[in-house]
């Protein structure tokens, strides 16, 4: 959830920090721009948030996916056989991840 916090409040906010991708492209810093283009997501601006990252918006649903899981996952194992549920939470969330960040860790 801080996360989201963060890249919401972010244009509010007067921190200063460089990120050490600035000025580098993007084949060497995949990553660039995210905290920007996040900011840009929750505001709906979508286009801009591709502009910073082309990854972004993968990048992003991974975050809020499960983020919403982890209250699911939570009320569903009240009611549940615990490790079945663990089982199933973390493959969909290790496959989910590597869908999400495969542009990241592969190279180009």
Not at 56 to 77: D, E
Not at 83 to 94: E, H, M, R
């Amino acid at each position: 959830m801080f996360v989201f916090f963060y890249c919401f409040f972010l244009p509010y906010l007067n921190f200063g920090l460089q990120s050490s991708c600035e000025g580098l492209p993007l084949a060497y810093c995949k990553s660039r721009g995210l905290t920007r283009a996040f900011s840009q997501i929750l505001r709906f601006h979508f286009q801009e948030a591709i502009i910073y990252n082309p990854f972004s918006i993968k990048i992003f649903c991974f975050f809020f996916f499960q983020l919403i899981a982890r209250f699911l996952i939570n009320w569903i194992i009240s009611f549940s056989i615990f490790k079945k549920v663990l089982i199933f939470d973390v493959s969909i969330s290790a496959l989910s991840f590597l869908f999400c960040f495969y542009n990241l860790i592969l190279p180009y």
